[in-house]
């Protein structure tokens, strides 16, 4: 195998016996970039300076660990590098574009923030560089994290390494793309409503969306504050454990960061499931759910019941109410985050007859379709006259799910449905139902009204293409997601299948920006 097809945990044996060194594993990784980005389009900005000196970093600092590391060249390493190498020293990683970055642009996928470079890095940027992993680029998402199919982008769309033509999910599809398709060894996503978890099940990665105030959110520009958690999409779900350790554990400079202490949640895996309840909510595997995606998932259930864990059925009764819930609280807090956004502080500024019609005309040209859509939604849910019979009507039914898992959690160590109510679909299905493109995250959005952690694992194909298996915890429970993921895993091998990308040297992306965007149509280099 190429070194781009490895896992973090694989290519950290490598570089910690000498066999390889980080400049040689960024290389690899950017040569295959070339390669995909012409019809993936996952990434938004490259930055090869940037990763070339990370680096040469993180190969000073295998060179303090153990003389002998090489440099890319293959020139000896020399010494004064950081104490010792952390658990992603020398790994490839990609970033959702909605992350801030000092130096490197961050555009939420926007036309309103084509030129936002921030004087600062996010505290998960920041944890991960004093790991010493490397950065190689920003991935395309849906504008502001609002989208199940990365098609909301402001500048082009990204497309699933499984199939030409098909979407990755959204918004973090072009991070769950280009590790699928080993374009990135790592990645990071945000998740509001599934945005991790529903494209790694469309791509057939690993997504975990954290307990929400387990990874800070200081420097992830917010959609809906409530919701938001940024978490690991990576290959296996070994790598998941490794990158969330990193990033995990309490910031002061997020108000909403719980007081915990990140772990090892590798001490998590190889572990027996035997005794391991496991409850599956009848709502989740009913209506909605497509047929051959519900028999995929129930062949996985019979795998854990052949490892030794007991399976039955349970009930969440207020799941019906969760979708309603979701896009009334979500937008109305994406109208009062979105407001910074006016033409003044940063970002596009389009010129007025005053300031009121400067920072109108602003953000009708930055914002698209559907972020305007939500904004208006949210502003109408929390205007005077409708607040109680929205907003905080919805904020009682959120009582009413999170109640549910409370009572569930009783009974079962960790629930499991499907991931995404159905496989990838093809670009441009969906865009003109915004209904249809909502229910995507059917399966997903109730986890995070509730706050809790939920991984998507790959478990089979359907039609060719990827289903994602959900395994959901008590608050602060990821080791039983690790456990039960891993085991899992093991049993079944999904995670050896990899798209064969035989599409990639002729497709071609269906829509791009628009002439007067400034922005390119493929990746800064």
Known sequence: MKMHELTAHEIRVLLERGEVSPGEVLDSVLGHIQDLEPALHAYITLCPDDAREAAEQACKAYADKSAGARCGTGARCGTGGRDGAGALCGIPIAIKDNMCTEGIRTTCGSKILHNFVPPYDATVISRLKKDGAVIVGKTNMDEFAMGSSTENSGFFDTYNPWRKGAVPGGSSGGSAATVAADGAILALGS????????????????????????????????????????????????????????????????????????????????????????????????????????????????????????????????????????????????????ARFDGVRHGLQTKGRSIEDMMSKTRRDGFGAEVKRRIMLGTYALSAGYYDAYYAKAQKARTLIRKDFEHAFKQFDVLLSPTSPTVAFMAGERVDNPLQMYAADLCTIPVNLAGLPAMSVPCGFSAGLPVGLQLIAPHFEEGGLFTVGHAYERATGWRQFRPALDWQASATPEQGPAPSDPSPATPEM
């Open 191 to 338: 998740d509001t409503g599934g945005s991790v978890r529903q494209p790694a099940s469309l791509c057939g990665v690993v997504g975990l969306k954290p307990t929400y105030g387990l990874v800070s959110r200081y420097g992830l520009i917010a959609f809906a504050s409530s919701l938001d958690q940024i978490g690991p999409i990576t290959k296996d779900v070994t790598d998941c454990a490794l990158l969330l350790g990193v990033i995990a554990g309490h910031d002061p400079q997020d108000s909403t960061s719980a007081p915990v202490q990140a772990s090892d949640y590798t001490t998590y895996l190889d572990k027996d499931i035997k005794g391991t309840r496991i409850g599956i909510p009848k709502e989740y595997m009913g209506e909605g759910i497509d047929p051959d995606v519900r028999r995929v998932v129930e062949r996985a259930v019979a795998v854990l019941r052949g490892l030794g864990a007991s399976v039955d059925e349970c009930s969440l009764p207020h799941t019906d109410y969760a979708l309603a819930t979701y896009y009334l609280i979500a937008p109305a807090e994406c109208s009062s985050n979105l």
